[in-house]
């Protein structure tokens, strides 16, 4: 499979170097350059896989020949191997037509571990493969930054610097982060929000000369590979559910928007899903732009969905590009014109094209906690504020007839105190992170300032040199 640029200046790679990539030269997001395609019979033929075979098989087309199938399949088996349930990513009925498709029983207790346990292992694979070591830098509100760290922590090729906004992760999310205390991994708090860190991030790639002295490579879902690996989930709760007999729809608590374009890319592939619900905290760029083809950034606001307090969805870009017929330089000049202004809307046609597959949802902070209270008290269900924000968009939303897969994207341990405040009490942690709060935290702080943290991961990539 070959990947191209949604910018279109940036030349074409393979699975393997779009992997250590990340972000196009352009500044683009890669894409495959077509949808690889599963017949009914293909889809009916992954029923009751063990999730780690299902995984491997779906991802295949996109790896190609960059990978050989048995490695991909072992690494596969390995990532999944450490998950607490064994089904992996278990689907749970919570209502009548409303399945939460549990994505949070990875060492990290987010849907994150599901790609980046993964990826661990392939960023090991190819670069023994070709020598060489990697600096990956990556932003986080929350739980990529852990996710990533647990995957990547210890490994000899791999250097790992995570920007979060500081204070305004949980506390649990930031000590996930900050007492690893591996060699290879820098926490950077930064004096600022998500959109920041993440500014923070694609700035390093846009300085080609420190991009090409530190290997600068991406674990955000900027990455295909990470797209790639979050796709299986898809196909593995809509054929439970009776695909591809039976359509289903899916809601996605949505920050980023990596999340439901793995959905929908599932679709692209034969997955029938008739409905994309994507679902917003106050920070509502996306649900605003499906209402009334409005996207305009307005300041990123605390809530107590930390991980959804997101200003630019950066993933967005990919389906502008499906979208606009694959037109990479319409993409990039609206792109262009969105950074410059502030402000996106597209043609009507377009829009409307965009509006027949997705429904966007918003919800407050109080009517957060009140779902977590009502999914509790009807369904003995502990859903955490993400997840519960998708619960509600599923039951506002949901398309007469078809069964919602509501993606349950974190653990509720990780938010203990929006959880109290819903339900009276806190929930524990598992066992494995039960001494979170005594251990040492390791992280340095840096203001808001490009050259200042340049020089922060230029020095920690350097450091052995
Ligand atoms: C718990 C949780 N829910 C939802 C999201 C939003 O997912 P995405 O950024 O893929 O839209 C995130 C962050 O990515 C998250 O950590
Ligand atoms: N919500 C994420 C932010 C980044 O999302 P990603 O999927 O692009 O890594 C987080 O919790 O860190």
Same mark, same amino acid.
Do not use: K
């Given at each position: 499979m070959r990947y191209v640029s949604t910018r279109g200046q940036a030349e074409g790679k393979d699975f393997a170097d779009v992997l250590l990539a #990340? /972000?196009?030269?352009?500044?683009g997001l890669y894409m495959p350059e077509s949808w690889p395609r599963f017949s009914a019979a293909e889809l009916r033929a992954l029923? #009751? /896989?063990?999730y780690a075979e299902l995984a491997a098989r779906v991802m295949a087309p996109f790896v190609g020949e960059a990978i050989d199938f048995a490695d991909l399949q072992a690494m596969c088996r390995r990532a999944y191997a450490?998950?607490?349930?064994?089904?992996v990513v278990p689907l749970v009925q919570l209502d009548t037509g409303i399945f939460a498709l549990e994505l949070f029983h990875g060492p990290t207790l987010a849907f994150k571990d599901l790609a980046l346990q993964l990826a661990g292992h392939l960023f090991e694979h190819v670069l023994a493969a070709r020598g060489g070591r990697v600096c990956i830098a990556g932003a986080t509100s929350g739980d990529t930054g852990s996710a990533a760290i647990e995957a990547m922590?210890?490994?000899?090729r791999v250097d790992i610097v995570i920007l979060h906004p500081e204070g305004r992760t949980s506390e649990v999310q930031r000590r996930q982060m900050t007492t690893?205390?591996?060699?290879?991994v820098m926490n950077i708090a930064l004096k600022g929000n998500f959109d920041d860190c993440q500014d923070m991030v694609k700035a390093m790639f846009a300085d080609v000369p420190l991009r090409t002295a530190i290997s600068l490579s991406a674990v955000n879902s900027i990455n295909f590979a990470r797209i790639a690996a979050q796709i299986p989930y898809y196909f593995a709760a809509a054929l439970a559910l009776g695909a591809p007999e039976r359509e289903v729809a899916v809601a996605v608590p949505t920050g980023n928007f990596g999340n439901v374009l793995a959905a929908w890319a599932a679709k692209q592939m034969?997955?029938?899903?008739?409905k994309f619900i994507v679902a917003s905290n106050r920070n509502d760029i996306l649900s605003r732009f499906l209402a009334s083809n409005d996207m305009s950034l307005r300041p990123v606001e605390e809530s107590?969905?930390?991980?959804?307090?997101?200003?630019?969805?950066?993933n967005f870009e990919r389906l502008l590009h499906e979208f606009l017929g694959r037109d990479a330089q319409a993409t990039a000049r609206t792109m262009a014109d969105f950074r410059a202004t502030g402000k996106m809307s597209v043609a009507e046609d377009v829009w409307r094209a965009i509006r027949r597959d997705f429904t966007g949802f918003r919800l407050s902070d109080e009517a957060t906690l009140a779902e977590v209270a009502r999914t509790w008290r009807e369904a003995q269900y502990l859903a955490d504020p993400h997840t519960a924000i998708g619960l509600a968009a599923a039951r506002a939303?949901?398309?007469?007839g078809l069964p919602v897969i509501v993606?349950?994207?974190?653990?509720?341990a990780k938010f203990p105190d929006a959880i109290e405040k819903a339900v009276g009490f806190r929930p524990a942690l598992p066992p494995h992170l039960s001494g979170l709060y005594e251990r040492q935290e390791r992280y340095v702080t840096a203001p808001n300032d490009f050259e200042q943290v340049k020089g922060l991961v230029r020095n920690f990539a350097n450091r052995n040199i």
């Open positions: #990340g /972000l196009a030269d352009d500044g029923r #009751g /896989l063990p450490g998950f607490s349930h064994p089904a922590a210890g490994r000899s690893v205390t591996a060699p290879n034969g997955v029938p899903i008739g107590l969905s930390p991980s959804m307090d997101i200003g630019v969805s950066s939303c949901a398309p007469v993606a349950a994207t974190a653990h509720p």
